[in-house]
């Protein structure tokens, strides 16, 4: 993860998804202790507000430790490298860096923002042929430090929707989508205004006048886990959930072996690949098939009574294993010019 971690910094996208059946520890692998929202003895079903009041008592995610997932340590060793870089001064170290954060879930093929003031609103997909899929409107909160960032993953893992039934007493309901966006700039703009120009300013430009940006993110994916009802003992409500759940897992997996076969067989006629089917393959079509380091996480439980799912899990994790993207850094070029005289 952090190789992955240190190419986001020189503006490749980068993601890690966790896959696995219900209770297999795909959130805590993601958040860790401090994922655990509610206990085991409360009721079924938790609304949002339910979960906003019980995450005022859970753990913080500030001090990051032995017990805290991979988003924190991640976005802790983010951090961490920025600071040394930022401490080592020199010409290869960026002039600006613009840490953000954005966070959304996949709730019933609705795209539902975890950081928004009214995040049960359900937003649209757009499709743009520069960046693919995405969803406008999307809250994207700007972070000075990882303890700001920290507190956005706090914050929409207290909003995801959870619901109890018999394999899991905090089973995600929704598939959950965290970015991390790293926009590092390198140079200064132009001075602009002759001989008035004050000396400070004028120091710190760059004759040129041209500014690199490199544009990385990182994004983590805790997918909802697949489920049998007959295990699950999930009724109404709980059973629509895990039917869509199901739905929009088995698409990702007819978008994984299609690629992975396309992959295996170069000489092959390109096929056509369902990323319309489900919302979720539709935000993970970049990830998956596109320009970014991927990795996947595969979660199994140990008890031999769900030996399928772990076979299924397995392979399912093999299939990926046989993608194989073309990463490309996104960097750009400006001419900036700023006005120099002194006022």
Known sequence: VKALLMKTLDGYASAVFAYGQTGSGKTYTMLGRAGARRGASESASSTRDDVETASTSSPTMNDVGSDDGLIGRSIEYLFDALGREAAGGGEKAPTK??????????????????????????LRVRWRSRDGFYVPNLSRRECANAGEALDCVREGAARRRVRSHKMNAESSRSHAVLTVHVERYFGAPRANGGGDRDDDVGASCDDSGDVEITRG???FVDLAGSERLKHSGSEDAGSRETSLINKSLFA??????????ESRDAKATTPHVPYRDSKLTKLLMDSLGGRSLTLMIACCSANERHVEETIRTLQYAARVTSIVNIPESNTSRTTETIDARAS
Do not use: P
């Open 97 to 122: 860096v613009v840490v953000s954060v954005t966070s959304y879930e996949i709730y019933k093929e609705k795209v539902i923002d975890l950081l928004a003031d009214e995040s049960s609103k359900s």
């Open 252 to 261: 990702l997996g007819k978008v994984i072996s299609i690629l992975a076969d």
């Open 217 to 219: 993110k990182m994004t």
